[in-house]
């Protein structure tokens, strides 16, 4: 019943844009912190962004630090990843994954920590 789906993901272009959105379903997102995750391929994964109950707190990976935007909707039940300047690097399977916190607490992108977890939306950069 608790069910988080990725979408957005697809075949872009070095410096293009796409943004990935995370919907949850069976529960609401209100008291969870949600995370965005990676993995590319013959490496495991990574985090990349994370955002707090209340979304007053984001942090990023260095690599896409000014070039990612996490944000979060929770009227709609989902947490969007916007990813500009793509590069060749940023290609992976993107995954999101929610953990209950108290408001106010910060994120973080340790994947033990969370405990729902998308099936993952693939992003391909390449010319």
């Known amino acids: 019943q608790l069910q988080l789906v990725e979408s957005g993901g697809g075949l872009v272009q070095p410096g293009g844009s796409l943004r990935l959105s995370c919907a949850a379903s069976?529960?609401?997102?209100?008291?969870?912190?949600i995370g965005w995750f990676r993995q590319a391929p013959g490496k495991g994964r990574e985090g990349v962004s994370c955002?707090?109950?209340?979304?007053?707190?984001?942090n990023y990976e260095d690599s896409v630090k000014g070039r990612f935007t996490i944000s979060r909707d929770n009227a709609k039940n989902t947490v969007y990843l916007q990813m500009n300047s793509l590069k060749p690097e940023d290609t992976a399977d993107y995954y999101c994954?929610?953990?209950?916190?108290?408001?106010?607490?910060?994120?973080?992108?340790?994947?033990?920590?969370?405990?729902?977890w998308g099936q993952g939306t693939q992003v391909a950069v390449s010319s």
């Open positions: 955002i707090s109950v209340g979304g007053g707190s984001t």
């Open positions: 069976g529960f609401s997102l209100d008291y969870y912190a």
């Open positions: 994954a929610a953990v209950a916190l108290p408001s106010g607490a910060k994120c973080v992108m340790r994947t033990p920590l969370y405990d729902y």
